[in-house]
Nanobody, 121 residues
């Protein structure tokens, strides 16, 4: 059974930083692209970032480019999202996903339960 468990969310002031982690288990982690999505209250889920199987390829949506960094450790079955210069509009539940990167988005086969990120102004 595939399981993705996010952690690292919390409350931070604007301009601050958080590092989200996602622990994966249940299938060969290195065989799949990984990504992060977010969903703000009352809004649709939004793709944020993706990373390829070996960690070389990364993609970010324009709203987080230059502020967020996605990375992975295939030896530990972990994917991370380092978030710097946080803004109130980054407030959302952040979800980890495992699947396949497609053009400017990602198809997720499996999803975590989410971790709340709240940025105060």
């Amino acid at each position: 059974q595939v399981q993705l468990v996010e952690s690292g969310g919390g409350l931070v002031q604007a301009g601050g930083s958080l590092r989200l982690s996602c622990a994966a288990s249940g299938r060969t982690f290195r065989n799949y692209d990984m990504g992060w999505f977010r969903q703000a209250l009352g809004k649709e889920r939004e793709f944020v970032a993706a990373i390829g199987r070996n960690g070389v390829f990364t993609y970010y949506v324009d709203s987080v480019k230059g502020r967020f960094t996605i990375s992975r450790d295939n030896a530990k079955n972990m994917v991370y999202l380092q978030m710097n210069s946080l803004k109130p509009e980054d407030t959302a539940v952040y979800y980890c996903a495992s699947g396949r990167y497609t053009i400017q988005t990602m198809e997720g086969d499996y999803w975590g339960q989410g971790t709340q990120v709240t940025v105060s102004s």
